[in-house]
Protein backbone atom coordinates (compact mmCIF):
# COMPACT_ATOMS: atom_id res chain seq x y z
CA UNK A 1 0.00 0.00 0.00
CA UNK A 2 1.26 3.73 -1.08
CA UNK A 3 -0.44 6.94 0.07
CA UNK A 4 -1.00 9.48 -2.63
CA UNK A 5 2.52 11.17 -1.25
CA UNK A 6 4.69 7.87 -2.26
CA UNK A 7 4.63 6.88 1.70
CA UNK A 8 4.42 3.39 2.38
CA UNK A 9 1.31 2.89 4.43
CA UNK A 10 1.19 0.31 7.67
CA UNK A 11 -2.39 0.91 8.20
CA UNK A 12 -5.54 2.24 5.72
CA UNK A 13 -8.71 2.82 6.40
CA UNK A 14 -11.12 3.43 4.19
CA UNK A 15 -14.95 4.83 4.46
CA UNK A 16 -15.12 3.64 8.00
CA UNK A 17 -18.27 3.74 9.44
CA UNK A 18 -18.90 2.81 13.02
CA UNK A 19 -22.55 3.00 15.12
CA UNK A 20 -23.60 1.37 18.74
CA UNK A 21 -27.19 0.94 18.69
CA UNK A 22 -28.42 4.70 17.00
CA UNK A 23 -25.31 6.69 17.89
CA UNK A 24 -23.41 7.06 15.15
CA UNK A 25 -19.19 7.25 16.13
CA UNK A 26 -18.05 7.00 12.66
CA UNK A 27 -19.52 8.19 9.28
CA UNK A 28 -17.19 7.67 6.85
CA UNK A 29 -13.42 8.05 8.11
CA UNK A 30 -10.24 7.65 5.91
CA UNK A 31 -6.82 7.45 7.79
CA UNK A 32 -3.84 6.62 6.31
CA UNK A 33 -0.83 5.54 8.46
CA UNK A 34 2.54 5.91 6.93
CA UNK A 35 5.12 3.33 8.44
CA UNK A 36 8.14 4.54 10.70
CA UNK A 37 6.23 7.42 11.63
CA UNK A 38 4.03 8.92 14.79
CA UNK A 39 0.50 9.20 13.53
CA UNK A 40 -1.69 11.48 16.29
CA UNK A 41 -5.59 11.01 16.13
CA UNK A 42 -7.03 13.97 17.93
CA UNK A 43 -10.16 15.13 18.77
CA UNK A 44 -12.63 15.88 21.71
CA UNK A 45 -13.52 13.51 24.45
CA UNK A 46 -16.24 11.45 23.36
CA UNK A 47 -15.21 11.25 19.59
CA UNK A 48 -14.78 7.91 19.55
CA UNK A 49 -10.88 7.96 19.32
CA UNK A 50 -10.29 4.34 21.86
CA UNK A 51 -12.99 2.88 19.92
CA UNK A 52 -10.93 3.60 16.47
CA UNK A 53 -8.21 1.66 17.83
CA UNK A 54 -10.13 -1.51 19.09
CA UNK A 55 -11.43 -1.54 15.14
CA UNK A 56 -7.72 -1.55 14.22
CA UNK A 57 -7.31 -4.46 16.79
CA UNK A 58 -9.91 -5.95 15.15
CA UNK A 59 -11.82 -6.12 18.51
CA UNK A 60 -14.68 -4.29 16.96
CA UNK A 61 -16.17 -4.73 13.35
CA UNK A 62 -17.17 -1.89 11.26
CA UNK A 63 -20.40 -1.69 9.91
CA UNK A 64 -19.59 -0.20 6.65
CA UNK A 65 -15.81 0.54 5.24
CA UNK A 66 -12.45 -1.55 5.32
CA UNK A 67 -9.31 -1.82 7.26
CA UNK A 68 -6.16 -2.44 6.69
CA UNK A 69 -2.97 -3.65 8.65
CA UNK A 70 -0.04 -4.61 7.10
CA UNK A 71 -1.98 -5.82 3.77
CA UNK A 72 -4.66 -7.42 5.62
CA UNK A 73 -7.76 -6.74 5.97
CA UNK A 74 -8.70 -6.92 9.49
CA UNK A 75 -12.22 -7.77 9.24
CA UNK A 76 -11.81 -11.02 7.07
CA UNK A 77 -9.46 -12.02 9.11
CA UNK A 78 -10.20 -15.68 10.50
CA UNK A 79 -9.95 -15.82 14.53
CA UNK A 80 -6.14 -17.71 14.17
CA UNK A 81 -5.19 -14.97 11.91
CA UNK A 82 -6.55 -12.20 13.76
CA UNK A 83 -4.34 -12.99 16.79
CA UNK A 84 -1.36 -13.99 14.50
CA UNK A 85 -1.54 -10.03 13.41
CA UNK A 86 -2.25 -8.67 16.83
CA UNK A 87 0.93 -10.41 18.24
CA UNK A 88 2.79 -7.86 15.63
CA UNK A 89 0.39 -4.58 17.32
CA UNK A 90 1.15 -3.93 20.71
CA UNK A 91 -1.24 -1.32 22.60
CA UNK A 92 -0.79 1.15 25.43
CA UNK A 93 -4.14 1.01 27.40
CA UNK A 94 -5.12 4.23 29.08
CA UNK A 95 -5.76 2.54 32.89
CA UNK A 96 -2.26 0.06 31.46
CA UNK A 97 -4.29 -2.83 31.59
CA UNK A 98 -1.55 -4.72 33.91
CA UNK A 99 -2.32 -7.77 35.23
CA UNK A 100 -3.30 -7.40 38.64
CA UNK A 101 -2.30 -10.82 40.12
CA UNK A 102 1.38 -10.76 38.84
CA UNK A 103 4.35 -8.36 39.74
CA UNK A 104 5.74 -5.83 36.83
CA UNK A 105 8.35 -8.08 35.96
CA UNK A 106 5.49 -11.28 35.51
CA UNK A 107 3.44 -8.94 33.67
CA UNK A 108 6.52 -7.89 31.25
CA UNK A 109 7.14 -11.49 30.86
CA UNK A 110 3.55 -12.87 30.40
CA UNK A 111 3.45 -12.03 26.18
CA UNK A 112 6.96 -13.81 25.74
CA UNK A 113 6.05 -17.11 28.12
CA UNK A 114 2.48 -17.11 26.13
CA UNK A 115 3.46 -16.84 22.46
CA UNK A 116 7.58 -18.03 22.79
CA UNK A 117 9.11 -21.37 24.34
CA UNK A 118 12.42 -19.12 25.25
CA UNK A 119 14.00 -20.43 28.04
CA UNK A 120 13.71 -18.86 31.32
CA UNK A 121 16.90 -17.16 31.54
CA UNK A 122 16.47 -15.49 27.95
CA UNK A 123 13.30 -14.02 29.01
CA UNK A 124 14.71 -12.61 32.15
CA UNK A 125 17.47 -10.86 29.92
CA UNK A 126 14.44 -9.88 27.58
CA UNK A 127 12.51 -8.46 30.32
CA UNK A 128 15.17 -6.65 32.14
CA UNK A 129 16.05 -4.51 28.78
CA UNK A 130 12.36 -4.06 28.30
CA UNK A 131 12.08 -2.47 31.78
CA UNK A 132 15.50 -0.64 31.23
CA UNK A 133 14.42 0.94 28.50
CA UNK A 134 11.47 2.43 30.05
CA UNK A 135 13.49 2.93 33.44
CA UNK A 136 11.74 0.98 35.49
CA UNK A 137 13.96 -1.74 36.15
CA UNK A 138 14.61 -1.29 39.60
CA UNK A 139 10.51 -1.49 39.89
CA UNK A 140 10.45 -5.19 38.92
CA UNK A 141 9.59 -6.74 42.00
CA UNK A 142 6.57 -3.84 42.76
CA UNK A 143 2.58 -5.09 42.02
CA UNK A 144 0.55 -2.96 39.72
CA UNK A 145 -1.04 -1.89 43.22
CA UNK A 146 2.28 -0.43 44.26
CA UNK A 147 2.86 1.53 41.39
CA UNK A 148 2.15 5.56 40.18
CA UNK A 149 -0.18 6.43 37.31
CA UNK A 150 2.93 7.15 35.34
CA UNK A 151 4.87 4.10 36.00
CA UNK A 152 1.88 1.85 35.38
CA UNK A 153 1.62 3.38 31.66
CA UNK A 154 5.71 2.58 31.22
CA UNK A 155 5.10 -1.00 32.65
CA UNK A 156 2.15 -1.46 29.94
CA UNK A 157 4.75 0.07 27.45
CA UNK A 158 7.59 -2.51 28.49
CA UNK A 159 4.88 -4.96 27.70
CA UNK A 160 3.52 -3.83 24.72
CA UNK A 161 7.14 -3.95 23.39
CA UNK A 162 7.88 -7.18 24.65
CA UNK A 163 7.27 -9.11 21.55
CA UNK A 164 8.85 -6.27 19.47
CA UNK A 165 5.54 -5.59 17.27
CA UNK A 166 6.01 -3.78 14.08
CA UNK A 167 3.10 -0.46 15.62
CA UNK A 168 2.24 0.56 18.98
CA UNK A 169 -1.24 2.15 19.35
CA UNK A 170 -0.99 4.37 22.37
CA UNK A 171 -4.76 5.41 23.62
CA UNK A 172 -4.49 8.82 26.20
CA UNK A 173 -1.11 8.08 26.79
CA UNK A 174 -0.89 11.66 28.82
CA UNK A 175 -3.88 11.30 30.69
CA UNK A 176 -3.65 12.20 34.04
CA UNK A 177 -0.07 12.16 34.37
CA UNK A 178 2.25 14.96 36.37
CA UNK A 179 4.11 17.34 33.95
CA UNK A 180 7.60 14.51 35.10
CA UNK A 181 5.50 11.87 34.22
CA UNK A 182 4.33 13.23 31.34
CA UNK A 183 7.62 14.29 29.67
CA UNK A 184 9.07 11.02 30.68
CA UNK A 185 6.12 9.35 28.29
CA UNK A 186 6.31 12.02 25.49
CA UNK A 187 9.68 11.11 25.62
CA UNK A 188 9.91 7.70 25.74
CA UNK A 189 7.36 7.18 22.86
CA UNK A 190 9.13 9.28 20.47
CA UNK A 191 12.72 7.65 21.27
CA UNK A 192 11.13 4.24 21.00
CA UNK A 193 9.54 5.07 18.05
CA UNK A 194 12.75 5.58 16.23
CA UNK A 195 15.21 3.53 18.02
CA UNK A 196 13.10 0.16 17.47
CA UNK A 197 11.45 1.51 13.80
CA UNK A 198 8.43 1.16 14.75
CA UNK A 199 5.09 2.70 13.45
CA UNK A 200 3.07 4.51 16.43
CA UNK A 201 -0.53 5.84 16.70
CA UNK A 202 -1.48 7.89 19.52
CA UNK A 203 -4.95 8.86 20.12
CA UNK A 204 -4.99 12.36 22.72
CA UNK A 205 -6.79 15.20 23.04
CA UNK A 206 -3.02 16.71 24.78
CA UNK A 207 -2.31 18.83 21.80
CA UNK A 208 1.20 20.33 23.05
CA UNK A 209 2.47 17.14 24.22
CA UNK A 210 0.70 15.56 20.89
CA UNK A 211 1.96 17.76 18.30
CA UNK A 212 5.54 18.06 19.60
CA UNK A 213 6.15 14.06 18.31
CA UNK A 214 4.13 13.56 15.56
CA UNK A 215 4.63 13.28 12.35
CA UNK A 216 1.04 14.13 11.17
CA UNK A 217 -2.16 15.17 12.94
CA UNK A 218 -5.92 14.09 12.13
CA UNK A 219 -8.54 15.24 13.72
CA UNK A 220 -11.69 13.57 14.41
CA UNK A 221 -15.18 15.35 15.24
CA UNK A 222 -18.92 13.85 14.82
CA UNK A 223 -17.70 11.03 13.37
CA UNK A 224 -15.52 12.44 10.45
CA UNK A 225 -12.05 13.58 9.71
CA UNK A 226 -12.24 17.30 10.00
CA UNK A 227 -8.69 18.33 9.46
CA UNK A 228 -5.18 16.54 8.29
CA UNK A 229 -2.00 17.60 7.96
CA UNK A 230 1.58 18.42 9.61
CA UNK A 231 1.41 19.66 13.06
CA UNK A 232 2.90 23.10 12.19
CA UNK A 233 0.30 23.21 8.85
CA UNK A 234 -2.65 22.38 11.53
CA UNK A 235 -1.78 25.00 13.64
CA UNK A 236 -2.23 28.14 10.99
CA UNK A 237 -5.23 26.04 9.33
CA UNK A 238 -8.21 28.42 7.56
CA UNK A 239 -10.45 25.95 10.12
CA UNK A 240 -11.85 27.89 12.31
CA UNK A 241 -12.76 24.45 14.13
CA UNK A 242 -9.68 22.98 14.11
CA UNK A 243 -8.03 26.65 15.04
CA UNK A 244 -10.30 26.18 18.22
CA UNK A 245 -9.23 22.93 18.97
CA UNK A 246 -5.95 22.84 18.37
CA UNK A 247 -5.18 26.32 20.52
CA UNK A 248 -7.74 25.56 23.14
CA UNK A 249 -10.43 28.56 22.88
CA UNK A 250 -13.24 27.70 24.52
CA UNK A 251 -16.02 29.03 22.88
CA UNK A 252 -16.26 29.28 18.60
CA UNK A 253 -17.69 26.96 16.28
CA UNK A 254 -17.85 24.43 19.22
CA UNK A 255 -19.76 26.40 22.13
CA UNK A 256 -19.20 26.68 25.09
CA UNK A 257 -22.95 26.24 26.68
CA UNK A 258 -24.66 22.77 25.64
CA UNK A 259 -27.46 23.12 23.64
CA UNK A 260 -30.57 24.30 25.67
CA UNK A 261 -33.68 26.74 25.61
CA UNK A 262 -33.23 30.36 26.38
CA UNK A 263 -31.90 31.08 29.35
CA UNK A 264 -34.12 33.74 30.63
CA UNK A 265 -37.20 31.77 29.90
CA UNK A 266 -35.75 28.82 31.42
CA UNK A 267 -35.11 30.55 34.87
CA UNK A 268 -38.31 32.53 34.64
CA UNK A 269 -40.13 28.79 33.98
CA UNK A 270 -39.29 28.00 37.75
CA UNK A 271 -41.56 31.08 39.04
CA UNK A 272 -45.01 29.85 37.44
CA UNK B 1 -50.87 -0.65 26.87
CA UNK B 2 -48.76 -0.44 23.41
CA UNK B 3 -45.88 1.08 25.90
CA UNK B 4 -46.28 -1.92 28.22
CA UNK B 5 -46.01 -4.54 25.32
CA UNK B 6 -43.02 -2.88 24.04
CA UNK B 7 -40.85 -3.43 27.26
CA UNK B 8 -42.03 -7.11 27.74
CA UNK B 9 -40.91 -7.59 23.85
CA UNK B 10 -37.14 -5.65 24.76
CA UNK B 11 -37.10 -7.59 28.12
CA UNK B 12 -37.87 -11.35 25.99
CA UNK B 13 -35.46 -10.15 22.96
CA UNK B 14 -33.09 -9.45 25.54
CA UNK B 15 -33.89 -12.39 27.50
CA UNK B 16 -33.43 -14.95 25.10
CA UNK B 17 -30.24 -12.97 22.95
CA UNK B 18 -28.26 -13.17 26.94
CA UNK B 19 -29.16 -16.85 26.77
CA UNK B 20 -27.98 -17.59 23.06
CA UNK B 21 -25.10 -15.47 24.30
CA UNK B 22 -23.83 -17.79 27.19
CA UNK B 23 -24.52 -20.78 25.13
CA UNK B 24 -22.10 -19.40 22.52
CA UNK B 25 -19.84 -18.68 25.41
CA UNK B 26 -19.77 -21.80 27.12
CA UNK B 27 -19.39 -23.86 23.46
CA UNK B 28 -15.96 -21.63 22.74
CA UNK B 29 -14.71 -22.66 26.86
CA UNK B 30 -15.59 -26.14 26.08
CA UNK B 31 -13.16 -25.76 22.63
CA UNK B 32 -10.59 -24.25 25.04
CA UNK B 33 -10.04 -27.24 27.38
CA UNK B 34 -7.91 -29.34 25.07
CA UNK B 35 -5.63 -26.31 25.29
CA UNK B 36 -5.36 -26.96 29.46
CA UNK B 37 -3.69 -30.54 28.65
CA UNK B 38 -0.48 -28.53 27.67
CA UNK B 39 -0.82 -26.33 30.72
CA UNK B 40 -2.39 -28.12 33.61
CA UNK B 41 -0.65 -25.42 36.36
CA UNK B 42 -3.46 -23.02 35.45
CA UNK B 43 -5.88 -25.01 36.48
CA UNK B 44 -4.25 -26.68 39.59
CA UNK B 45 -3.84 -22.66 40.44
CA UNK B 46 -7.61 -22.62 39.95
CA UNK B 47 -8.38 -25.89 41.76
CA UNK B 48 -6.42 -24.57 45.05
CA UNK B 49 -8.67 -20.89 44.93
CA UNK B 50 -12.26 -22.28 43.81
CA UNK B 51 -11.38 -25.74 45.74
CA UNK B 52 -9.13 -25.40 48.68
CA UNK B 53 -9.79 -21.83 50.00
CA UNK B 54 -13.75 -23.41 49.81
CA UNK B 55 -13.12 -26.01 52.16
CA UNK B 56 -13.75 -24.44 55.20
CA UNK B 57 -16.65 -23.55 54.53
CA UNK B 58 -17.88 -27.05 53.17
CA UNK B 59 -16.27 -28.88 56.53
CA UNK B 60 -17.88 -26.38 58.78
CA UNK B 61 -21.45 -26.86 57.27
CA UNK B 62 -21.27 -30.24 56.75
CA UNK B 63 -20.52 -30.87 59.99
CA UNK B 64 -23.62 -29.06 61.05
CA UNK B 65 -25.86 -30.32 58.72
CA UNK B 66 -25.12 -33.80 60.06
CA UNK B 67 -25.26 -33.30 63.32
CA UNK B 68 -29.10 -31.80 63.02
CA UNK B 69 -29.51 -34.78 60.42
CA UNK B 70 -28.11 -37.19 63.81
CA UNK B 71 -30.32 -35.42 65.85
CA UNK B 72 -33.73 -35.30 64.31
CA UNK B 73 -33.44 -38.69 62.24
CA UNK B 74 -32.63 -39.67 66.64
CA UNK B 75 -36.11 -37.89 67.67
CA UNK B 76 -38.48 -39.12 65.00
CA UNK B 77 -37.09 -42.85 64.93
CA UNK B 78 -36.77 -43.31 68.27
CA UNK B 79 -41.06 -42.95 68.45
CA UNK B 80 -41.11 -45.80 66.10
CA UNK B 81 -38.31 -47.99 68.44
CA UNK B 82 -36.42 -47.66 64.96
CA UNK B 83 -33.03 -45.60 66.05
CA UNK B 84 -31.14 -48.35 64.88
CA UNK B 85 -31.76 -46.92 61.30
CA UNK B 86 -30.30 -43.53 62.21
CA UNK B 87 -27.63 -44.58 60.07
CA UNK B 88 -29.23 -45.18 56.98
CA UNK B 89 -31.31 -41.77 57.16
CA UNK B 90 -28.13 -39.88 57.96
CA UNK B 91 -26.01 -41.21 54.68
CA UNK B 92 -29.07 -41.44 52.86
CA UNK B 93 -30.05 -37.40 52.84
CA UNK B 94 -26.79 -36.83 52.76
CA UNK B 95 -25.50 -38.47 49.71
CA UNK B 96 -28.65 -38.52 48.14
CA UNK B 97 -29.56 -34.76 48.74
CA UNK B 98 -28.38 -32.87 50.60
CA UNK B 99 -24.55 -32.80 49.87
CA UNK B 100 -25.20 -32.30 46.13
CA UNK B 101 -26.97 -29.33 47.04
CA UNK B 102 -26.17 -27.85 50.16
CA UNK B 103 -22.47 -27.97 48.57
CA UNK B 104 -23.68 -26.21 45.42
CA UNK B 105 -25.43 -23.63 47.23
CA UNK B 106 -22.10 -22.86 49.53
CA UNK B 107 -20.46 -23.51 46.12
CA UNK B 108 -22.28 -20.57 44.61
CA UNK B 109 -22.03 -18.22 47.25
CA UNK B 110 -18.30 -18.29 47.87
CA UNK B 111 -16.60 -19.86 44.66
CA UNK B 112 -18.75 -18.80 42.22
CA UNK B 113 -19.58 -15.10 43.27
CA UNK B 114 -15.78 -14.68 43.99
CA UNK B 115 -15.07 -16.10 40.10
CA UNK B 116 -17.82 -13.67 38.80
CA UNK B 117 -16.67 -10.87 40.84
CA UNK B 118 -12.88 -11.71 39.89
CA UNK B 119 -13.78 -12.00 35.83
CA UNK B 120 -15.90 -9.04 35.65
CA UNK B 121 -13.35 -6.41 37.17
CA UNK B 122 -10.61 -7.95 35.07
CA UNK B 123 -12.91 -6.85 32.30
CA UNK B 124 -13.46 -3.44 33.86
CA UNK B 125 -10.09 -2.64 34.71
CA UNK B 126 -9.63 -3.59 30.29
CA UNK B 127 -7.39 -7.11 31.48
CA UNK B 128 -9.27 -8.86 29.66
CA UNK B 129 -9.64 -6.69 26.52
CA UNK B 130 -5.48 -6.10 26.88
CA UNK B 131 -4.89 -9.95 26.50
CA UNK B 132 -7.37 -9.86 23.46
CA UNK B 133 -4.58 -7.72 22.12
CA UNK B 134 -1.72 -9.26 23.34
CA UNK B 135 -3.16 -12.03 20.97
CA UNK B 136 -3.70 -13.85 24.04
CA UNK B 137 -7.41 -15.51 23.80
CA UNK B 138 -8.73 -14.58 27.69
CA UNK B 139 -11.11 -17.56 27.35
CA UNK B 140 -8.79 -19.73 26.69
CA UNK B 141 -5.86 -18.22 29.09
CA UNK B 142 -8.75 -16.78 31.89
CA UNK B 143 -11.81 -18.62 31.52
CA UNK B 144 -11.59 -22.32 30.65
CA UNK B 145 -8.80 -22.84 33.53
CA UNK B 146 -11.34 -21.88 36.26
CA UNK B 147 -14.60 -23.27 34.42
CA UNK B 148 -12.90 -26.71 34.37
CA UNK B 149 -11.02 -26.07 37.93
CA UNK B 150 -15.00 -25.49 39.10
CA UNK B 151 -16.22 -28.92 37.56
CA UNK B 152 -13.68 -30.99 38.87
CA UNK B 153 -13.80 -29.37 42.91
CA UNK B 154 -17.29 -29.12 43.32
CA UNK B 155 -18.30 -32.81 42.90
CA UNK B 156 -15.34 -33.13 45.52
CA UNK B 157 -16.52 -30.74 47.68
CA UNK B 158 -19.55 -32.35 48.06
CA UNK B 159 -18.65 -35.67 48.55
CA UNK B 160 -16.44 -34.18 51.22
CA UNK B 161 -19.36 -32.42 52.58
CA UNK B 162 -21.38 -35.69 52.38
CA UNK B 163 -18.58 -37.25 54.13
CA UNK B 164 -18.08 -34.65 57.06
CA UNK B 165 -22.16 -34.88 57.57
CA UNK B 166 -22.11 -38.62 57.93
CA UNK B 167 -19.78 -38.31 61.01
CA UNK B 168 -21.55 -35.45 62.25
CA UNK B 169 -24.31 -38.13 62.49
CA UNK B 170 -22.52 -40.00 63.89
CA UNK B 171 -21.18 -37.52 66.30
CA UNK B 172 -25.37 -36.91 67.61
CA UNK B 173 -26.22 -40.16 67.45
CA UNK B 174 -24.08 -42.43 68.90
CA UNK B 175 -21.89 -40.23 71.00
CA UNK B 176 -24.55 -37.92 72.57
CA UNK B 177 -27.58 -40.18 72.12
CA UNK B 178 -26.63 -43.62 72.44
CA UNK B 179 -27.68 -45.29 69.42
CA UNK B 180 -25.53 -48.33 69.40
CA UNK B 181 -22.51 -47.66 67.27
CA UNK B 182 -22.50 -51.61 65.15
CA UNK B 183 -25.64 -51.09 64.09
CA UNK B 184 -25.43 -47.32 62.93
CA UNK B 185 -22.59 -48.75 60.45
CA UNK B 186 -24.18 -51.69 59.55
CA UNK B 187 -27.45 -50.58 58.90
CA UNK B 188 -25.61 -48.18 56.60
CA UNK B 189 -23.92 -50.56 55.06
CA UNK B 190 -26.34 -52.35 54.05
CA UNK B 191 -28.60 -49.99 52.58
CA UNK B 192 -27.08 -47.46 50.83
CA UNK B 193 -26.17 -49.08 47.29
CA UNK B 194 -23.07 -47.77 45.88
CA UNK B 195 -24.75 -47.07 42.37
CA UNK B 196 -28.51 -45.96 42.99
CA UNK B 197 -27.57 -43.69 46.27
CA UNK B 198 -23.47 -42.98 45.57
CA UNK B 199 -23.36 -42.19 42.06
CA UNK B 200 -26.45 -40.95 41.88
CA UNK B 201 -25.36 -37.98 44.22
CA UNK B 202 -21.62 -37.59 42.25
CA UNK B 203 -23.92 -37.28 39.31
CA UNK B 204 -25.96 -34.67 40.71
CA UNK B 205 -22.81 -32.62 42.26
CA UNK B 206 -21.13 -33.03 38.76
CA UNK B 207 -23.97 -31.07 36.80
CA UNK B 208 -24.27 -28.49 39.69
CA UNK B 209 -20.95 -27.86 39.35
CA UNK B 210 -20.96 -27.75 35.80
CA UNK B 211 -24.19 -25.09 35.62
CA UNK B 212 -22.95 -23.19 38.70
CA UNK B 213 -19.22 -22.41 37.13
CA UNK B 214 -20.86 -22.13 33.85
CA UNK B 215 -23.44 -19.26 35.39
CA UNK B 216 -20.22 -17.62 37.41
CA UNK B 217 -17.89 -17.19 34.62
CA UNK B 218 -20.52 -16.15 32.22
CA UNK B 219 -21.93 -13.42 34.70
CA UNK B 220 -18.63 -12.54 35.37
CA UNK B 221 -17.56 -12.02 31.44
CA UNK B 222 -21.14 -10.34 30.41
CA UNK B 223 -20.86 -7.96 32.85
CA UNK B 224 -21.47 -4.13 32.05
CA UNK B 225 -17.99 -2.99 33.17
CA UNK B 226 -18.75 -0.62 35.98
CA UNK B 227 -18.89 -1.18 39.46
CA UNK B 228 -22.24 -1.10 39.45
CA UNK B 229 -22.21 -3.88 36.51
CA UNK B 230 -19.87 -6.28 38.39
CA UNK B 231 -21.95 -5.67 41.91
CA UNK B 232 -24.91 -6.90 39.62
CA UNK B 233 -23.36 -9.86 38.13
CA UNK B 234 -22.08 -10.84 41.56
CA UNK B 235 -25.64 -11.13 42.62
CA UNK B 236 -27.10 -12.42 39.72
CA UNK B 237 -24.51 -15.18 39.82
CA UNK B 238 -25.81 -16.07 43.67
CA UNK B 239 -29.64 -15.86 42.76
CA UNK B 240 -29.53 -17.69 39.80
CA UNK B 241 -26.60 -20.46 41.15
CA UNK B 242 -29.31 -21.09 43.51
CA UNK B 243 -32.07 -21.40 41.40
CA UNK B 244 -30.53 -23.72 38.99
CA UNK B 245 -29.43 -25.56 41.84
CA UNK B 246 -32.93 -26.21 43.16
CA UNK B 247 -34.52 -26.58 39.61
CA UNK B 248 -32.07 -29.33 38.21
CA UNK B 249 -32.53 -30.92 41.66
CA UNK B 250 -36.03 -31.70 41.48
CA UNK B 251 -35.42 -32.84 37.85
CA UNK B 252 -32.46 -35.02 38.39
CA UNK B 253 -34.03 -36.58 40.79
CA UNK B 254 -37.47 -37.46 39.37
CA UNK B 255 -35.20 -39.27 36.36
CA UNK B 256 -33.11 -41.06 39.52
CA UNK B 257 -35.66 -41.78 42.08
CA UNK B 258 -38.51 -41.13 40.35
CA UNK B 259 -39.88 -45.25 39.50
CA UNK B 260 -39.24 -46.63 42.88
Given at each position: ???????????????????????????????????????????????????????????????????TVDGQDVNKLRHRELYALRKRMGMLFQ???????????????????E?????????????LMKLQAVGLRGARDMMPSELSGGMARRVALARAIALDPMMIMYDEPFTGLDPISKGAVVQLIHRLNAALGLTSIVVSHDVQ????????????????????????ALRDTDSEWVRQFMQGLPDGPVPFHYPAADYVTDLLAGNG | MVEWLARLGRAGLS????????????????????????????????????????????????????MVLGLQGYNTL???????????????????????????????????SALAAEIGLMKATEQLSGMEMMAVDPIDRVIAPRFLAGAIAMPLLAAIFSAVGVWGGYFVGVGLLG?????????????????????????????????ATWIAVFEGYDAVPTSEGVSRATTRTVVHTALAVLGLDFVLTALMFGNH
Open positions: MVSQGGESLLVQIRGLSFARGSRVIFDGVDIDIPRGKVTAIMGPSGTGKTTLLKLIGGQLRPQRGTISGALLTDLNVYDNVAFPLRHTRLPESMIRDLVETASISDYIYVLSEGKVVGHGKPE | FFQRLGRGHLFLLQILAGLPGLLLRPRLVIQQLYSIGVLSLLIIVVSGLFVGVDFGAAQSLGVVVALSLVRELGPVVAALLYGGRAGVDEGAFWSQMQAHVDLYDDVLNGVIKSTVFGFV
